[in-house]
Structures are given as C-alpha cells and as structure tokens.
C-alpha cells in the first residue's frame, strides 16, 4: 500500500525557515521522481517543487525559486522541502505527491503570519 506522510508544518514569522518532509512507504521510492504542491484557501493546488529520482534534477515554481529547496534521501525513503525566507503569501496546505503512482499525502499546514 502507497502512503505518503508528511510533517514540519506549522506557524512561523514572515523571513522564517521551516522544513517538510514526506515518509514514503510501499513502493521503490528511489525510482520515483517527488513532487511538493501547495493549496491556499480558495486558490487552486499548484506545483511548488520537483526532484527527479537520485536528485538528478530539480525544478521550482517561480514563486519559491532561490527560497525553498526540495531533496530526498534515498536511504530514508523521504523527500524533504526546505522553505526559507517564508512570505504570508506562502500560507497554505502543503502535499507530498508521487506523480507516478497518483499517491498524495494528507497535507501539512504552513502558516506564515506575525
């Protein structure tokens, strides 16, 4: 069974850091690419960040490039997200996504306010 769980999440001050990670379970996750997608209330989900397998190659939304960075540890079977420079714009539910297998996470809530 596929599962995905994230945690990290949380309340931080505006140009605060947090970092997300993703346990993967029940499929070859070192051959899977990982995907980080966000949801702002009444906003559509949209596509943070990407890693392809064995950290290739990573893509980024323009919103968060130079702020936030994704990996993985392979050994771990976790993708991580680290967010930096944190914007209220970046308030949202975050979701750990295995595009291959279709599988989501539950969501972890980040809240960036003061």
């Known amino acids: 069974q596929v599962q995905l769980v994230e945690s990290g999440g949380g309340l931080v001050q505006p140009g605060g850091s947090l970092r997300l990670s993703c346990a993967a379970s029940?499929?070859?996750?070192?051959?899977?690419?990982m995907r980080w997608y966000r949801q702002a209330p009444g906003k559509e989900r949209e596509l943070v960040a990407h890693?392809?397998?064995?950290?290739?190659?990573?893509s980024y939304a323009d919103s968060v490039k130079g702020r936030f960075t994704i990996s993985r540890d392979n050994a771990k079977n976790t993708v991580y997200l680290q967010m930096n420079s944190l914007k209220p714009e970046d308030t949202a539910v975050y979701f750990c996504?295995?595009?291959?297998?279709?599988?989501w996470g539950q969501g972890t809530q980040v809240t960036v306010s003061s």
């Open positions: 996504n295995a595009p291959v297998r279709g599988a």
């Open positions: 029940g499929f070859a996750f070192r051959l899977d690419s």
């Open positions: 890693i392809s397998t064995f950290s290739s190659g990573t």
